[in-house]
């Protein structure tokens, strides 16, 4: 399972890779923002098979990002987690409107997000 | 300053740190600076983030380089602290200012009934730093955990309609 990170904090990357890594998913691909991540999805011929995605981030943040995504056919079929602080309801009804999958405001546990991480794997 | 301000951030750093750092934090008696006593705490890194909408103003994070670097180590999983580099620590206090100054934003948009904005976090690093306020005053809450002392810095006001 190749996992796509998009943060453009490299300190929540780190974080987010470790929760992974506990879970037993090492191949994980990082980007700074949503610009960058629609570069490493193409470097990777868009076979990412979840994304984890913080909204707010220079060039692209991460609810343009989720829109990008949702309006390409072939990548509709991939899952969606926002990680963010953005945590008024307004926002997360938004981002599930944009296709967003799932919500996780930061801060979480370890627990939290890997009770996440798994809810959509197992979905 | 209105205390109705203030719980916010003291709450979200608790939060913060409780979950994601796993480090229970007691926040101290609180002080404030003040035209006629604008001495604060000095730090050797700070990480400062604006806020801006119907409350406007800073809050900012100062610690000394040994406690920012064993904060740091506990917040990415790091046993140890010494290995990390300069930019790993910046963009940890940076990290961690953004995420209280969020969990603080949701609360304060709330009760406020209006939305707030918060600016990217910036981080200033030398020795024996100090923040120079624009306006006073400013409120100092000292915060003790078992990694060691930091202090955060709130200037804050209601905005005039």
């Known amino acids: 399972m190749k996992i796509l990170l998009v943060d453009d904090s490299a300190t929540m990357r780190k974080i987010q890779r470790n929760v992974l890594s506990q879970m037993g998913y090492e191949d994980v691909v990082e980007a700074e923002n949503g610009e960058h991540a629609i570069h490493q999805m193409k470097v990777h011929d868009f076979a990412i098979d979840l994304i984890l995605c913080d909204w707010n981030m220079p060039k692209m943040n991460g609810i343009d990002f989720v829109r990008k995504i949702r309006s390409v056919e072939n990548l509709r079929k991939i899952p969606i987690i926002m990680v963010t602080t953005e945590a008024e309801q307004k926002k997360v009804i938004e981002a599930l409107q944009a296709g967003a999958k799932a919500y996780v405001v930061k801060p979480f546990t370890p627990e939290i997000l890997k009770g996440k991480i798994q809810s959509i794997i197992d979905s | ?161």
């Not at chain 2, 205390?3 to 709450?11: G, Y």
């Not at chain 2, 604060?40 to 400062?48: K, L, M, N």
């Open chain 2, 1 to 161: 300053m209105n205390v109705e301000l203030i719980n916010p951030f003291v709450d979200a750093t608790k939060s913060a740190f409780t979950s994601m750092l796993m480090l229970e934090v007691g926040a101290q008696k609180p002080w404030f600076r003040t035209k006629e006593k604008p001495e604060g705490i000095t730090s050797d890194v700070c990480s400062v983030i604006g806020l801006s909408g119907k409350a406007r103003g800073s809050v900012s994070l100062g610690f000394s380089m040994d406690v920012a670097r064993s904060l740091v180590a506990r917040f990415v999983g790091e046993s140890d602290g010494s290995k990390l580099a300069m930019e790993e620590i910046g963009d940890g206090v940076g990290e961690l200012v953004n995420l209280i100054a969020g969990g603080a934003k949701a609360t304060l948009s709330e009760r406020m009934g209006a939305d707030l904005s918060i600016s990217v976090p910036t981080v200033f690093s030398g020795a024996s730093l100090r923040t120079r306020p624009d306006a006073f005053p400013v409120l100092v809450i000292p915060f003790e955990t078992e990694l060691g002392a930091f202090h955060m810095e709130i200037a804050l006001e209601v905005a005039k309609r």
